[in-house]
């Protein structure tokens, strides 16, 4: 079992950053295949960027060089590092762990509002 907590959302305005953090608890942090999703109003749940147990990371296609994911298996927390901030990436945002070899054993946090304003 792995409970995930997303922070670091907030209000943000254009072009600004923000860095969205997921703590996990629970054991065997490291061996998860994690990633970052989000969803806007009226639009469906759609994958952000993720990053194996081994590091290797991908991304939408559309968020590439503004989004950056990274983990510190020490702390048991995923990163995300969101820079030049638009308003269309209002949405909440959603922590997940996969294993990597027992299909279907995901996890998911309870997410985070990411607004993005002026």
């Known amino acids: 079992q792995v409970q995930l907590v997303e922070s670091g959302g907030g209000l943000v305005q254009p072009g600004g950053s923000l860095r969205l953090s997921c703590a996990a608890s629970?054991?065997?942090?490291?061996?998860?295949?994690m990633g970052w999703y989000r969803q806007a109003p009226g639009k469906q749940r759609e994958l952000v960027a993720g990053i194996t147990r081994s590091g290797s990371t991908n991304y939408a296609d559309s968020l590439k060089g503004r989004f950056t994911i990274s983990r510190d298996n020490a702390k048991n927390t995923v990163y995300l590092q969101m820079n030049s901030l638009e308003p269309e990436d209002t949405a909440v945002y959603y922590c997940k762990a996969e294993h990597p070899q027992v299909r279907d054993l995901r996890f998911w946090g309870q997410g985070t509002q990411v607004t993005v304003s002026s």
């Open positions: 629970g054991t065997y942090f490291s061996i998860y295949n």
